[in-house]
């Protein structure tokens, strides 16, 4: 009998321990997610960052905030406060008087579709902006844009990349464009609008190289070669035209390193740099005048190809 009542209160304690035991247990917590902040977009990643106010102004005044909030993907170009502040006086008043106009045209000039990373930027030669014309890039010392230099790169936004730049960016004209404003380059131009040849030298998707003969240099010819030559312009005059225009863009730097270099009429022109620099004869008087889609090196005579 004693033995039953010990072993009652044997099992009596035990299920005291197993009920103690078991209420005393803690369950585990379930961990709570973390939440990563949702990306901003690139106009709010630019006013978060506070150092590209004017851009952004000029970007609002433009219309433009909306399009670069948008999906894109774009890739810009910013130009620091710092940047916006080294234009000549009075620019920034200037463009955000006229915003549909110039600044527009300025603005779209910093931004390129699509994402382009600074791995992108190294290993290409340039890229066309929302702008219609091309940005070059330059890798020999840093990593330039233009004549910018970018000092921040890889500026993930939700919508695209920024890439902070040291300067604002002016989109150039292309070389016909360039050829009327410069005003030494009349007669130049009137050739190659005669022989439809200014299309071709406006085209934004290519690069050339142009010896522009001056006013001067085409004045100096025989008297009424110029006339002869504008009567028959599919003629002789397409020759001599495209004898003056290289495929791709040769700055003086690369031309100084060669013998010769093919145009576009067939015959390539001898180099001489033994005294100056000499292309056939004429004198390279002006070098690496930038355009658009090339470059311009102006020479004091109009050159002849040997089957014209």
């Known amino acids: 009998m004693k033995s039953l009542k010990m072993l009652g209160f044997i099992l009596v304690v035990a299920a005291v321990l197993v009920a103690g035991c078991t209420t005393s247990e803690t369950p585990e917590a379930t961990p709570t997610p973390t939440q990563t902040p949702a990306m901003k977009n690139i106009v709010e990643t630019a006013q ?44 920034i008043a200037a463009l955000l ?25 190294t290993s290409q030669p340039d890229a066309m902006t929302l702008n219609g014309k091309r940005i070059q890039f330059d890798t020999t010392g840093g990593v330039m844009v ?19 730049i040291d300067a604002v960016m002016l989109p150039k004209d292309n070389i016909v464009e360039t050829a009327v404003a410069d005003g030494r380059f009349t007669t130049l131009v009137a050739a190659l609008q005669a022989a439809g040849l200014d299309t071709t030298l406006s085209d934004e998707t290519m690069d ?9 240099a085409f004045a100096a010819l025989p008297e009424g070669t110029v006339e002869a030559l504008l ?9 001599i035209l495209l004898y003056h225009v290289a495929d791709g863009r040769y700055m003086a730097a690369d031309i ?27 004198n390279v008087i002006i070098t690496d005048v930038k355009c658009s889609n090339g470059v311009i090196h102006v020479i004091d005579a109009v050159m002849i190809p040997p089957e014209a």
């Open 48 to 91: 978060d960052a506070g150092s590209f106010t004017t851009l952004l102004a000029g970007i609002q005044a433009a219309g433009l905030t909306e399009t670069l909030s948008g999906e894109g993907p774009f890739t810009v170009f910013a130009p620091t406060d710092d940047a916006m502040a080294a234009l000549p006086e009075g620019t």
């Open 97 to 121: 008087e006229d915003p549909e106009g110039d600044l527009k045209d300025i603005l779209l000039y910093h931004v390129v579709s699509g994402n382009l990373m600074a791995a992108d930027v």
């Open 146 to 164: 233009e004549e910018a230099n970018i000092i921040t790169t890889d500026i993930v936004c939700s919508n695209g990349v920024i890439h902070v």
């Open 208 to 216: 050339f190289t142009v010896f522009a003969p001056t006013d001067d």
């Open 231 to 239: 009567e028959d312009p599919s003629g002789q005059l397409t020759d």
């Open 256 to 282: 100084t390193t060669m013998s010769e270099i093919d145009t576009l009429q067939g015959s390539p022109l001898a180099i001489d740099t033994s005294d100056g620099v000499m292309v056939d004869g004429a």
